[in-house]
């Protein structure tokens, strides 16, 4: 039996084990250069190995961009709402920062770079379809709070560290950072960086977690050969749908006239094709003219025929199985009734009140 126990336990050790080199975010780089220095050290006009050592982001400026430290998603649509980070100085707890429940939050995709400033204001401009792979968010006692706890945050070379943890409080990433990996050697005028492509098993211990002097990349992937994120960056399209909106029910419409067809969409539908029935389905015909683009809107012309089982069908022009069809069979009637006033085909109290309600209007310019 004890045999039986110990063997369980090292299944469970195993598969624990397994699990922790699966990162969902990981930390790529922070600032470790103190606001009185320099990316490099030296002066504003050159680092001490005589180059112009500068961040991508900020050019060559003390400090470098101050209080700040990027992270990297891995796991697609990845939900960060309420997520922390607590933050460590020389093996102390100094700070937590908590994300809030802010859509922005939600739905992530694997590629995309964080970076928590304390100086630079947000940008959620965010939009992984369009390029922008970039989220910053500020982080101070002065900051608005929308997307992470208005709180100021220490970031530093006294072997600062990151533990990421998910809204339920359990450990994700880290602690990483000097004191792990390096164990030590990043000073005040270097960032720590990630010298390697992110990816799931990338753990705080890497070897490829290292100090630089030369160049930051606040926002961008890390520069050493080059960080390539390509292989997270992938972006399938989104689902397309189409919800025809009129007509939709069981109307009666004149021969003739002209109809408003109206729809809906999600996703990206650059044009939509509009066809109508007469036999409930069995055989289609194009509207003419034939509809452009997508507005949402078709001003038809009915077809002058008489057709009970008439129906309406809207398509993807690209894509023909992203669709929808009116729920009913509406009516089209020829009506030469000629006191039809509201043209559905029907004379009753309706017309009668149409009649009524123009009853002394003259449209004629000579009416007396």
Known sequence: MLKRV????ICLMFVFAGTAFSASVILNEYNAVDDAEYLGGGTALADEAGGRASDSYFGRVPGNGGDWFELVVIT???????????????????????LTGHSIWSDLRSGTIIT?????PTDISYNPAAGDWWINVQANNTSSGLYIEASSFPVNSSNWQLRIRNASGVIIYGPAGEGVSPASGVGSTEVFKLEATPSAATTANSTDYDGAKILSTFGSPNQWGFQNLE?????????????????NETEVIKGGSVYNITWSYTGIIDTVLIEFSIDNGLSWSQVYPANAGN???????????????SRIRVSNMANPGVYDISNAAFAIYQCSLD???TGDCIVDMYDLASMAAAWLECANPVCP
């Open 6 to 9: 110990c063997l369980s336990v």
């Open 76 to 98: 697609d649509h990845l939900d960060m709402r309420y997520w922390k980070f607590d933050i460590y100085t020389d093996g102390l707890l100094d700070e937590t920062l908590d």
């Open 116 to 120: 928590i400033s304390e100086n630079i």
């Open 231 to 247: 292989g997270l960056r992938v972006v399938a399209p989104a689902a397309s749908t189409l919800t025809l909106l009129t007509p």
């Open 295 to 309: 507005s949402g809107f078709y001003a038809w012309l009915v077809p002058m025929v008489d057709a009970q089982q």
């Open 339 to 341: 006191a039809d006033v």
